[in-house]
Every structure is written in C-alpha cells, then in structure tokens.
C-alpha cells in the first residue's frame, strides 16, 4: 500500500471492503459488508492505508456489531472508537480506550461486551464481579508445581502422605530463599493476560480489586510476583446504576483509565419487537471474522500517528479542560450560565464564597490525550485526516462526564432542579451543561486571541 494522497471515489472504496459476508444459517442468506453510507459522495481524500484500515477493521466492526445488537448506536460507536484509539500512551506503548456501558439489565451491554471477540481473533477474558471478587482472579496467580521433572524432589517429599506436607512446604521455603522459586511455582494467568477483557457488573467488586486494574489498563503491563509482563488489553466494564446493594463507586483512579463511560438508553416498541424476531434463531448469524488483534494494534498505530491534530486546536483542548476545571474564573461562563434559565443555579452556586469546593475532580493529562484519540476516531470515521473542533465538541460528553465530580449539595440541588431521580444521570447531566458552556466559551476566547 502507499502513503500517498489520493482522492479515493466509492467505486475504489468498495475493493477495500471485506470479502467475507455475514451469514443467516436459517435463512441461507448471505449479506456482504455494505459500503458505509457516510461514506463521502465526493470520495474521501486520504491515504490508500488509511481507507485499507477503516474499511477492512473500522466500519465493519460497527456493521456486524449492529447485525447483533438492536439499538445503541452510540454503544457501538464508542466501542469501535475504544478498540481502534489511542487511550493512555507513554514511550513504550500505545494503548486502547477503555470503555464503561452503564444502564438498566438487558439493554444489551454485556451480549455487545462479548461480540469484538466474534469479529476478530484474539484471547477473550470475561470475569462476573462480585463483592468478593479478589484482585489474583483478575491478575491471576502461582501455584505449586508438582508436574515438571524439576520437582520430582519435591514431589517425593509429600508422596502419598499428607503429614510430609510440612516437610515438602520448608524444602520450598529454603529453594525460595535461594531464589530458586520461578522453578517450583507456576503462573496461572486471569482473565487481564486476555487481549479482551470484560469486566461484569463491575462496580461490585471491592477498591482493592479496582486497584488490580489500573495498571493493565493504562501501562499495558502486569507486575506479579516482582516479574513484570507485557500485555495489550482492550477493557470494557459494564454497571446496572439501579443497583444499590454490595455496589462499590468506581475510584477516581478507575474512571480516569476509561476512555469513554456511555449510558445504554432503553427501548421503543419497534426495538422489541426487532429483538424478538432477531433473537428467535440468534444462534444462526454467523458473522466473519476480519482480522486479528495485531490488525488492530497496526491501525491503531498509524491512525494515532497520521490523523493530524493542529496545534490551534490542541490548544482549544485545554482551554476547555481549564474552564471545565473552574467555571467561576471565566466570566464568559459565568454570563452564559447566568442567561439561561436551564443553568441559573450553577450561576448562583459558583458564584457563591463556597465555590472552590463545588467541583472535586476534573479532567487532567490523561483525560487529554484520551479526549484527542477519541477526536482523531471520529475524524476516521468520517474520512478525514485531521481533526475539526466539531470533532472534538462531539465526544467531550462521553470523554469527560465521568471524571467530573461534584459536591453533594451542588448535585443534589441540581437533580431536583432537572426531576432525575438517579445519581449517575444527575451526574452525567451537569457535567454536561458545564461541557458545553464550557466549549462554547473557549472557542469564542480562542478566535478572539487569534488561534
């Protein structure tokens, strides 16, 4: 392929296009990968390798993951977005976007969690977190090893008798103490180690096990036992909000990892009734497989390394982060908070003595660079090499939202205010309005200083 720029018309997009259709064993129909409808009439300006990976891996993640799920479009989109971004990254590693799907039970959050490993080959881990849940069954753990030739000396110690136990376990301790223990344990790896991971009904388990998460999901790496491991994982976490009992919060630490955090919305009556008549012979669709995780990694590579982000609106990321981080020191938000009846109690609360304490936690560096790989997806999903400010307005909600919080009173207030009876929601919504003043305002303050 070349890194050429070419103006690419949809008759050579569709030769990008998988060969391998989806298949409806009951029907006997076959449906191959359509050409994305979004795609642009006029063609899509852009390099051969670019277009190879969106229409090879992008858009047909989205088109089979849609064959599947009815609804949440959005779900879908973040996903893919999640799997094809640049999430944490560092000198050593390029890592995903991780991704939360929060909503009611059967809104298709899980069956969506489990369908990326039907469409690409790659190890898939799942784990049903429970109040219990310890951090060696996400990590995994080392046991004894009584098989291998080199603990034949071992094994006969214990024999058939377990009083010899004692005997066997203090030969251990002194092997160990000679630094011999990589020769009596072996590693039995959890569900981290996975090229996919899908963490179930998440916010039940405990801190200490959110804790045995964070440094798979942002370092690409697992320490266990004082060896370091190198992994490449995808997460994706599910909660029911609804829940009140044996449920932990996600820390601050926790929320900032994830990429994008995504209510699944309800349905309507034509969603029933699709679900109904797709999930009568669900066993039947067979989806193709289009490439593995290393097709994945490379795309993720060159879209983080050639979808050109200018220095202008980079800029415009962080005044947004700074006004998201303080509204009070902005007059521009003050006045627009104040003029729309929709948010005069923020005005009336960050105006007050009290306000430095309104907002606990904002967005920092990491919610930076996660904003940025998930602007530079969207401008790949609309076939562009570079990133619009309508690129990055777009996905501030899903980026930014989770990492927000507020003081009790100033949430509490607001939910009566807006009629929301969830937490998470009233949540969601304020950090919402404070998004979009928030935007509207760097923009106007960055075209005023020239940039």
Known sequence: MTSRYHRFTKEDAETFLPKDP??????????????DPKFPEAGAY???EQLAYTLRYVYPSIFCCSQLLVGQKSLIAYTTAGLFGTGDRDPHHLGAGHVHYEGPPGTGKTYLGTTPRRIFSCDFGRIQCVADTIPSDILGSRVIDFETNDNAEMAQLVGDDPSEFMRAARFIAREIGKGNQQKYYRLIKGPAF???????????????????????????QITLFGETIPVSVFAILTTNPHETGSVVPFGKAL???LMFSIYAEGFKAKDYAEILKRTQHAEDIELP???????????????HH?????????????????????????????????????????????????REGQISGAVEGRGATHLEGAARMLAVFNYRTYVTRDDIIKVLPPVCAHRMDFAPSLLAQYMYEKNIMLRSKGNRALASDIIKAASIDAERATDTDGT
């Open 306 to 354: 050639n979808i050109a982000i200018s220095d202008e609106n980079r800029l415009f990321i962080g005044a947004i982060l700074e006004r998201i981080k303080s509204p009070w020191l902005f007059p521009g938000m003050m006045r627009r908070f104040a003029d729309d009846p929709k948010t005069a109690l923020l005005y009336k609360l960050f105006s007050g003595r009290e």
């Open 194 to 220: 996975s090229d996919i991971t899908l963490y179930d009904e998440a916010n039940r388990m405990p801190e200490r096990s959110q804790s045995a998460m964070l440094e798979p999901m942002s370092e690409d």
């Open 46 to 48: 852009c390099t051969e």
């Open 289 to 303: 497989v289009l490439g593995t995780m290393k097709n994945v990694i490379t795309a993720r590579r060159y879209f």
């Open 22 to 35: 989806v298949v409806n064993k009951h029907t006997e129909k076959t449906t191959r990968i359509p050409l």
């Open 255 to 257: 929320r900032d990892r």
